[in-house]
Antibody
Framework: EVQLLESGGGLVQPGGSLRLSCAAS????????MSWVRQTPGKGLEWVSA????????YYADSVKGRFTISRDNSKNTLYLQMNNLRAEDTAVYCC???????????????WGRGTLVTVSS | DIQMTQSPSSVSASVGDRVTITCRAS??????LAWYQQRPGKAPKLLIY???SLQSGVPSRFSGSGSGTDFTLTINSLQPEDFATYFC?????????FGPGTKVDIK
């Protein structure tokens, strides 16, 4: 069974930084593209960033471009999201999600992790 | 960016009812559409991908249709475990975008 477990969330002041991790198990991690998606009660689901299976391709939402960096360590089966210059509007539950199919991008997600809460507040 | 809308935003239904949810894209996305179910406190679960392909393990009472800009998720014979929120998502191009969700609750 594929499992995705996020960690690294917490309370941070505006302008601060956090690094989220997503530990994957039960899959050939290095064959799947991965994404981060965040969720808030007010804004619903918002895709944040994606990375190809080998890490060579990355994409970002305009709202986080230049502030967030997605990366992966395939030797550790782990996905990361480095978040810098955090803003109040970045407050959300951040979930990692695996592309359904291995190989090239398919951009629909199965499964998702349960998420880690990031709160940006002074 | 491709905008996704859903209707209705909520629907009240009874066990055994048929429920239809509509999703519309702001531009042609072919069949690059997915549907997810989210129960309270749980992660979203993939139901349908490529507009009409049923994800493995998902009951056959769920079906998807449509292409281009207009899509439909149908739940036949609603079951107690189906009361949840349903989201559509376009997978045609980055940035990926989701619909605002449709909450299916008990009448």
């Amino acid at each position: 069974e594929v499992q995705l477990l996020e960690s690294g969330g917490g309370l941070v002041q505006p302008g601060g930084s956090l690094r989220l991790s997503c530990a994957a198990s039960g899959l050939a991690f290095n064959t799947y593209a991965m994404s981060w998606v965040r969720q808030t009660p007010g804004k619903g689901l918002e895709w944040v960033s994606a990375i190809s299976a080998n890490g060579g391709g990355t994409y970002y939402a305009d709202s986080v471009k230049g502030r967030f960096t997605i990366s992966r360590d395939n030797s550790k089966n782990t996905l990361y999201l480095q978040m810098n210059n955090l803003r109040a509007e970045d407050t959300a539950v951040y979930c990692c999600a695996k592309d359904r199919h291995s190989g090239s991008w398919n951009k629909w997600f199965d499964p998702w992790g349960r998420g880690t809460l990031v709160t940006v507040s002074s | 960016d491709i905008q996704m809308t859903q209707s209705p935003s909520s629907v009240s239904a009874s066990v055994g009812d048929r429920v239809t949810i509509t999703c519309r894209a702001s531009q042609d996305i072919g069949n690059y559409l997915a549907w997810y179910q989210q129960r309270p406190g749980k992660a979203p679960k993939l139901l349908i991908y490529a507009a009409s392909s049923l994800q493995s393990g998902v009951p056959s009472r769920f079906s998807g249709s449509g292409s281009g800009t207009d899509f439909t998720l149908t739940i036949n014979s609603l079951q107690p475990e189906d009361f949840a929120t349903y989201f559509c998502q376009q997978a045609n191009s980055f940035p990926l975008t989701f619909g605002p969700g449709t909450k299916v609750d008990i009448k």
